[in-house]
């Protein structure tokens, strides 16, 4: 993968992208004509896609600042006044600081719980000869095509019978469980190509086997770690499916649960404005994120497709 | 490196295997087995009912739908999608001028600022993608109808995931517009890797862009287009097509099943109507599809591999 990506610069209304990689003044015109042609088309043609990509967001942002009136009588049209009121009221009454804070307990053990466990069976299953290595490790891989839908109806029950129904802890259990296959996958590869040489020399030096991994492997394992942390962050935060089937009390919604509940219900006594608030609420630390650890999250997502 | 290794493997994996082999593949397992049953998900009890369920599966009217519109998700869907994609990433990549002193083959300016803001939808949750475009698509305070108003198509008012006919294109269309950024990057990652030789000698032998794509860019990057295909597939016919059609049609999905897939079908058959064993069969048949899928994809795709 080609690291190319200067910062992101803004989206501009007009589309007209600024990067760093042009260096000197525009070619003169006189260039061979079949290019030129080219290039006003590719530019118009990717100008109208980024324009689609962008507007729909655009939207969403514009509407959670509008009343409820003019967001149906003229969806178009800018707010009249900034209604921050719309953002308050999803935030309070409308329980969106409940389901971001299930969605944060929920990420957050998933994640801390995937990157351990994850990269222990990764290290074990990259550095070790053992009978059984490679089914294990087979394993562990094959969860990553098949459709989840079909564990889904006996997963129902067997988390039930664990009384793990309908609580945060389940539902961490459950994440990291079906996060595995992918982040073994990316750090069974990472360790292969770590040095063993200094492994090694820790071990001859008296060190135990597990404070080799988490005193020498894990640290020079980071670049890894942030790359499928990040992938798995997207991944657990997005998480739509397993909660609707695995989490039906109201009080321990996730976001995209939440959201969806509000929607269906017609919006809590019909406040659209505030349902659109909540939308753009969720999408935020999502977008935030992405645009921080853009080339990480790009590395994370298309190994994954690579295989 | 001998010393302790066997109670340090088993100490490591014992944790994350068990995990992974209660909660995914116990259940995977036992579907299978609960697909010759009649359980309905709400009692313990149950019998062996041999292949009463498959023989019903092949009665029922709205599994033929539902497998209609799977197969319409996993085979149209990502030939749009990624037909979108290698375009624009070869616009990317290859459509640029020439710049003087530069690289006879150059990617358009902004080329890495179009590659961040396609991404975008990628990172938002389907759910919330979902129910975004639902408002979009509301026929008669939507924005796309309001728009369409608004440039003088007043006339054209669809009812959009209303109307039986159109519902399951405006769902595909919500996956095509949040997967497309994800393959352009894919693939400008693998145009990027591309030796610049090649398409020199290709413009030195005269050859312009479009046979250009066709004869050397393609060729070249069909394990890439391959792989994405089967991915997209995949995700087709699982979790993101549930999303979009639970999200997005009401109902028993959509206007006279217009839009129901296999997956939503599982998911009401399962705990929506109480009929468990019944879910877990039209479960292993969507288990089916999704691996002759593959299969074919790989086998049609197979070609000579190129070596650069």
């Given at each position: ?307 | ?69 799977s197969l319409?998700f996993a085979l149209?869907?990502p ?150 295909w089967v991915?997209?597939g995949i995700?087709a016919l ?50 089916v599809v999704t691996l002759a899928f593959a299969a074919v994809v790989m ?10």
């Amino acid at each position: 993968m080609k690291t190319t990506e200067t910062p992101a610069p803004l989206p501009a209304e007009s589309g007209a992208p600024i990067t760093k990689t042009d260096i000197g003044p525009p070619p003169p015109v006189k260039e061979k004509k079949e290019g030129t042609v080219l290039n006003v088309f590719s530019h118009g043609v990717l100008v109208v896609w980024a324009f689609m990509v962008v507007l729909p967001l655009l939207w969403a942002v514009m509407t959670s600042f509008k009343d409820d009136r003019s967001i149906f009588s003229s969806p178009w049209s800018l707010p009249d006044s900034l209604h921050f009121d719309n953002w308050s009221r999803a935030w309070t009454q409308a329980n969106m600081s409940d389901y971001f804070l299930n969605t944060v307990l929920v990420v957050g053990g998933s994640l801390i719980g995937t990157l351990v466990l994850g990269s222990m069976a990764a290290y074990v299953l990259a550095r070790f000869e053992f009978p059984g290595n490679r089914f294990i490790y087979f394993l562990f891989i094959g969860g990553m095509s098949f459709p989840i839908m079909l564990a889904l109806v006996p997963l129902f029950y067997v988390v039930n019978n664990m009384g793990l129904l309908n609580t945060i802890h389940g539902l961490i259990l459950v994440y990291i469980a079906y996060s595995l296959p992918f982040t073994v996958f990316f750090l069974t590869a990472f360790f292969r190509t770590l040095p063993t040489s200094i492994a090694e020399a820790a071990f001859v030096d008296g060190a135990s086997h597990s404070r080799t991994f988490f005193q020498i492997m894990l640290p020079m394992a980071k670049p890894g770690l942030i790359s499928v942390g990040i992938f798995n962050f997207l991944g657990q935060w997005n998480q739509y499916m397993l909660p609707t089937v695995l989490n039906t009390d109201p009080d321990k919604r996730v976001l995209t649960q939440g959201l969806v509940q509000l929607a269906v219900s017609q919006g809590y006594k019909g406040d659209w404005s505030g349902l659109f608030a909540g939308l753009v609420m969720a999408m935020l630390p999502v977008l935030a994120a992405y645009i921080i650890f853009q080339r990480q999250v790009v590395q994370g997502l298309t190994a994954g497709a690579l295989k | 490196m001998q010393h302790g290794k066997y109670r340090f493997i088993v100490g490591f994996l014992a944790l994350p295997l068990g995990l992974y082999a209660l909660f995914v593949v116990w259940p995977f397992i036992q579907s299978i087995y609960y697909s010759f049953t009649d359980w309905t998900g709400l009692s313990p009890e149950f019998k062996m009912v041999g292949f009463d369920n498959y023989s019903r599966m092949l009665d029922d009217d709205i599994f033929w739908k539902s497998l209609q519109h799977s197969l319409l998700f996993a085979l149209l869907l990502p030939v749009v999608t990624i037909s979108l994609a290698l375009f624009f990433a070869f616009m990317i990549n290859v459509g640029g001028r020439k710049r003087r002193n530069g690289p006879v083959v150059t990617g358009v300016r902004g080329s890495s600022f179009y590659k961040i803001v396609y991404f975008f939808p990628q990172v938002l949750s389907i759910a919330i993608v979902a129910l975004l475009f639902a408002f979009a698509y509301n026929p008669d305070s939507g924005a796309i109808n309001t728009l369409l108003r608004g440039i003088g198509l007043g006339d054209v008012q669809p009812l959009w995931l209303g109307d039986p006919d159109l519902a399951l294109w405006a769902v595909m269309a919500v996956l095509v517009w949040s997967t497309v950024g994800f393959f352009v990057v894919l693939f400008s990652a693998g145009m990027a890797s591309i030796p610049a030789e090649m398409y020199e000698a290709a413009l030195l032998d005269g050859a312009n862009r479009v046979t250009t794509f066709f004869r050397v860019t393609l060729p070249l990057l069909w394990d890439t287009v391959q792989s994405g295909w089967v991915y997209m597939g995949i995700l087709a016919l699982g979790a993101e097509s549930f999303a979009v059609v639970q999200i997005m049609t009401t109902g028993p999905g959509g206007p006279d099943y217009s839009t129901t897939v296999m997956v939503l079908y599982v998911y009401q058959k399962a705990f929506r109507d109480g009929q468990a064993a019944y879910a877990t069969t039209i479960g292993v048949a969507l288990l089916v599809v999704t691996l002759a899928f593959a299969a074919v994809v790989m086998r049609l795709g197979r070609r000579e591999r190129l070596e650069y």
